[in-house]
């Protein structure tokens, strides 16, 4: 905490109106009250009060931190340290508050005291399952949005694939080679899989429908997408012909990432020249031509990939 300036009754005032909004539930208020009581007075009344707004507003990790800053008058009585047991608890740190009950358990005196902690390490228990349960609901309903990918937007359709990261590896892999041969799924989405996969260690031989034909994949010969040299290439023309113009750079370095994204694993099939590639961007972003008269066969194929794929965004 930094130094605060204290005016007289300040501190008293700041849990004068804390107490208040507690009294109509007014959460927000009374955890401003009580935070700015304890920047001027780190005493145990205003540890205690702002702690248990801090629980009941679902901050638990704070109010962790917040009693461990004052611990020893939370030691000092059970009906506390069980208070702060239980956000621990809360805050999902299982493990430590598993510790910290046994170690309970083995230094009371008293039978009844020792049944006491044994009923909270029950509860323990009990939301250590409970935990378990919401996140096996939570997983289905992520892997039943991963299964129908294909109702989504391409924006929506990369949200759910990263949220989908704390599925099981088995469930994900399944998915993921699914997904490949989906027409309907975005090719940056494939792209991600693709890559996911490829994170995940996969060495098979992959089917994947790219712009509506059937390729197969070796992934155990696929450069990720940042080693791909026409990648590599492309990052090093953008910075020596736009090194004097950061923003410029910035924005026509965002939207070729997305392109080779959409064409990536086969990027070789669309770009044969990484110069004229990228001058298309800067003919059209920055010096506002669409320049079309080219005569050349394998010109006009790349300037009508990059047509269309400035047309999907």
């Known amino acids: 905490m930094g130094d605060c300036i204290e005016f007289p009754n300040q501190y008293n005032t700041h849990i004068k109106n804390g107490l208040a909004a507690v009294q109509t539930e007014r959460w927000h208020e009374a955890e401003k009250s009580f935070r700015a009581a304890y920047q001027l007075r780190?005493?145990?009344e205003s540890n205690y009060l702002y702690f248990t707004v801090l629980t009941e507003l679902g901050r638990f990790d704070e109010a962790v931190r917040l009693c461990e800053e004052l611990m020893t008058y939370y030691l000092e009585d059970d009906l506390l340290y069980a208070m702060y047991i239980e956000a621990v608890i809360s805050s999902g740190q299982f493990l430590k508050a598993e510790s910290l009950i046994l170690d309970k358990i083995k230094n009371a005196k008293r039978q009844e005291t020792r049944a006491k902690w044994k009923r909270q390490l029950d509860h323990l228990d009990q939301s250590r399952q409970e935990v378990v349960l919401e996140k096996e609901k939570q997983d289905k309903i992520l892997?039943?949005?991963l299964y129908s990918l294909s109702e989504y937007t391409p924006l929506e359709q990369l949200e759910i694939l990263k949220d989908v990261k704390?599925?099981?590896?088995?469930?994900?892999k399944k998915a993921y080679y699914s997904l490949l041969t989906n027409p309907f799924v975005s090719q940056t989405a494939k792209t991600y899989c693709l890559l996911a996969l490829l994170e995940q260690g996969e060495t098979?031989?992959?089917d994947l429908i790219w712009f509506g034909e059937d390729k197969k994949i070796d992934l155990n010969q696929l450069e990720v997408f940042e080693k791909h040299p026409i990648v590599q290439e492309l990052q090093g023309l953008l910075e020596e012909n736009l090194y004097k113009d950061p923003l410029e750079m910035k924005m026509i370095q965002q939207e070729l990432n997305f392109h080779l994204m959409q064409i990536y694993p086969f990027i070789e099939e669309v770009i044969q020249d990484s110069h004229f590639?990228?001058?298309?961007y800067i003919d059209r972003y920055i010096h506002y031509s669409k320049e079309s008269d080219y005569e050349n066969e394998e010109e006009i194929r790349m300037y009508e990939w990059f047509e269309s794929l400035t047309q999907n965004i």
């Open 42 to 44: 780190q005493t145990a």
């Open 143 to 145: 892997e039943k949005k």
């Open 166 to 172: 704390g599925l099981s590896q088995k469930t994900l």
């Open 204 to 206: 098979a031989t992959a």
């Open 277 to 280: 590639w990228l001058h298309l």
